[in-house]
């Protein structure tokens, strides 16, 4: 099945950006989601098809892709943003395949 | 607004069965999968199945097969998550997440999800 890769942890201070990176194979050919979940909570979707936006999240959420990676980028980060974040893709076997997830720590 | 309310946290013991409602309300129920994804303590999330509320077909994570069914009711609008042969490894919350059929699912996210239920498995 496929596999996804991501860092365990990034940290970040506020104002900065954060680059979270999700490596797969040829992911660049795949449709991207990406998930914060803070604790205790719910997942929520923040990005969807590797660079789109629900309704109702900040602009400071982007993504692309390219390649063997998948990038979630978080601008001027803020407290509020602090939480696990966690890639998805879809496997041809009909899966859905979740990245490991990465803790954003906000300094 | 879109809503999907679990069921309350549950205590088994190995090798019991347990089972988790997902009531979902704000939308046309039979418009959208429902999914269910697990996430042990610490740990992160595993996808286990689909079950289109529409036609009542379903799919497994190979994992699962065998020991999750999956079913729903479109006259209340819910669905429900069977698992069965519970093992301590299967201690998790459980959640139920909304995927839209109207589009491929190679393309399409998990975009509205319930707020979990914990089942624990202890002797």
């Known amino acids: 099945s496929y596999v996804l890769t991501q860092a365990p942890a990034v940290s970040v201070a506020p104002g900065k950006t954060a680059t979270i990176t999700c490596g797969g194979n040829?992911?660049?050919?795949?449709?991207v989601h990406w998930y914060q979940q803070r604790p205790g909570q719910a997942p929520l979707l923040v990005i969807y098809?590797?660079?789109d936006r629900p309704s109702g999240i900040p602009e400071r959420f982007s993504g692309s892709t390219s390649g063997n990676t998948a990038t979630l980028t978080i601008s001027r980060v803020e407290a509020g943003d602090e939480a696990d974040y966690y890639c998805?893709?879809?496997?041809?076997?009909?899966?859905?395949?979740f990245g490991p997830g990465t803790q954003v720590t906000v300094l | 607004q879109v809503q999907l309310v679990q069921s309350g946290a549950e205590v088994r013991r190995p090798g019991a069965s347990v089972r988790v409602s997902c009531k979902a309300s704000?939308?046309?129920?039979?418009?959208?999968?429902i999914y269910w994804v697990r996430q042990a303590p610490g740990q992160g999330l595993e996808w286990m199945g689909r079950?289109?509320?529409?036609?009542?077909?379903?799919n497994y994570g190979q994992k699962f097969q065998g020991r999750v069914t999956l079913t729903s009711d479109a006259s209340i609008t819910t669905a429900y998550m069977d698992l069965s042969r519970l093992r301590s490894d299967d201690t998790a919350v459980y959640y139920c997440?909304?995927?839209?059929?109207?589009?491929?699912?190679?393309?399409?996210?998990?975009?509205?999800w319930g707020q979990g239920t914990l089942v624990s498995v202890s002797s």
């Open positions: 997440a909304r995927v839209d059929r109207g589009s491929p699912s190679s393309v399409t996210p998990l975009d509205n």
């Open positions: 704000g939308y046309t129920f039979t418009t959208f999968y």
């Open positions: 079950i289109n509320t529409d036609s009542g077909g379903t």
């Open positions: 040829n992911i660049g050919t795949k449709s």
């Open positions: 098809d590797n660079d």
């Open positions: 998805q893709v879809w496997d041809s076997i009909g899966d859905y395949v």
